[in-house]
């Protein structure tokens, strides 16, 4: 059983910082692929970041998130600097990871909320 486990959301003020968290366990071969969606209210779920053998980001947090992964640990990290209020939202952390009997399977963890007041 694969899971995602995800780790800290939470509020902060317009200018601030938080740093994400996702750990991968469970029984797998390797991971191809990590990275962060995320969906705020009546939107659809968007790409923020992934990394595989570089970064890729959306245009909307260049230059303000850096996300990073430590292999060891099968861990993805986001940090987030200078937040505004438009990037609240939930986030979700996704993997792809190759599984031998079953080949590239997509996981999701269970989502974290990120508030930024004004």
């Known amino acids: 059983q694969v899971q995602l486990v995800e780790s800290g959301g939470g509020l902060v003020q317009a200018g601030g910082s938080l740093r994400l968290s996702c750990a991968a366990s469970?029984?797998?071969?390797?991971?191809?692929?990590m990275g962060w969606y995320r969906q705020a209210p009546g939107k659809q779920r968007e790409l923020v970041a992934t990394?595989?053998?570089?970064?890729n980001y959306a245009d909307s947090v260049k230059g303000r998130f850096t996300i990073s992964r430590d292999n060891a640990k099968n861990t993805v990290y986001l940090q987030m600097d200078s937040l505004k209020p438009e990037d609240t939202a939930v986030y979700y952390c996704?993997?792809?990871?190759?599984?031998?009997?079953?080949?590239?399977?997509?996981?999701w963890g269970q989502g974290t909320q990120v508030t930024v007041s004004s």
């Open positions: 996704n993997a792809r990871l190759f599984i031998p009997a079953q080949g590239t399977t997509v996981y």
């Open positions: 469970g029984s797998f071969f390797s991971i191809n692929v």
């Open positions: 990394f595989s053998s570089s970064a």
